[in-house]
Nanobody, 127 residues
Framework: QVQLVESGGGLVQAGGSLRLSCAVI?????????VAWFRQAPGKEREEREF??????????TEYSDSVKGRFAISRDTAKNVYLRMNTLRPEDTAVYYC?????????????????WGQGTRVTVSS
């Protein structure tokens, strides 16, 4: 079983930065997990969660959506944490951000590929 706990959300002005953290509590080896960040914008349904960034189970490959490429960076450490560094934030980045994971996965998948989800952390970017 895998438990994901996000933190780091908050209110920030446009142009600012935040770092989200995802603590991975797993009965499976951490290195077997592909981890991604998705976001759900206000008024959107769960099925409309948008892929933001992901890292494959080897840790050697990352993927980003076009809307965040060059502004966001995903990384992981040996303490079973996955981070999303978000720079140059825009009002359209406002959403609840979810950490998700699945075993032996690629850096990018559909939301239906991911078996494990955290509770989400809210990011609000004011203009």
């Amino acid at each position: 079983q895998v438990q994901l706990v996000e933190s780091g959300g908050g209110l920030v002005q446009a142009g600012g930065s935040l770092r989200l953290s995802c603590a991975v509590i797993s009965g499976s080896p951490f290195n077997d997990l592909a981890v991604a960040w998705f976001r759900q914008a206000p008024g959107k349904e769960r099925e409309e969660r948008e892929f933001v960034a992901g890292i494959d189970f080897t840790g050697g490959s990352t993927e980003y959506s076009d809307s965040v490429k060059g502004r966001f960076a995903i990384s992981r450490d040996t303490a079973k944490n996955v981070y999303l560094r978000m720079n140059t934030l825009r009002p359209e980045d406002t959403a609840v951000y979810y950490c998700s994971a699945y075993l032996w996965g690629a850096a990018r998948g559909m939301s239906t590929d991911y078996d494990y989800w955290g509770q989400g952390t809210r990011v609000t970017v004011s203009s």
